[in-house]
């Protein structure tokens, strides 16, 4: 089992930045593929970043490529999402998961799940 708790979601105007952490417990943090994904009322979570369990692999959403970086401390067992130049369209409930395999961008590859943090950005 593994529970994870995000932080660092807030409200920003549009062009700013935030930077999201998903901390891990429970079991060994280096074995699990990391993601981010987003949701907002009425849709599907979506993809928008990965890494693998070294970091030594990252995936990005188009929508999101260029602006935005995943990074892994395995020491401190979080992962984190560097939100630059941010859009109104970013405002979303932003969610980590945990992977046991690839993980990647299907939700279903995922195991594990945080409760999400709300970022919302003004245009």
């Known amino acids: 089992q593994v529970q994870l708790a995000e932080s660092g979601g807030g409200l920003v105007q549009a062009g700013g930045s935030l930077k999201l952490f998903c901390t891990a417990s429970g079991r060994t943090f280096s074995d699990y593929a990391m993601g981010w994904f987003r949701q907002t009322p009425g849709k599907e979570r979506e993809f928008v970043a990965a890494?693998?369990?070294?970091?030594?692999?990252?995936w990005y959403a188009d929508s999101v490529k260029g602006r935005f970086t995943i990074s892994r401390d395995n020491a401190k067992n979080t992962v984190y999402l560097q939100m630059n130049s941010l859009k109104p369209e970013d405002t979303a409930v932003y969610y980590c998961?945990?992977?046991?395999?690839?993980?990647?961008?299907?939700?279903?590859?995922?195991?594990?799940w945080g409760q999400g943090t709300q970022v919302t950005v003004s245009s």
């Open positions: 890494i693998s369990w070294n970091g030594g692999r990252t």
């Open positions: 998961g945990a992977s046991r395999g690839y993980g990647g961008s299907v939700v279903d590859e995922y195991n594990y």
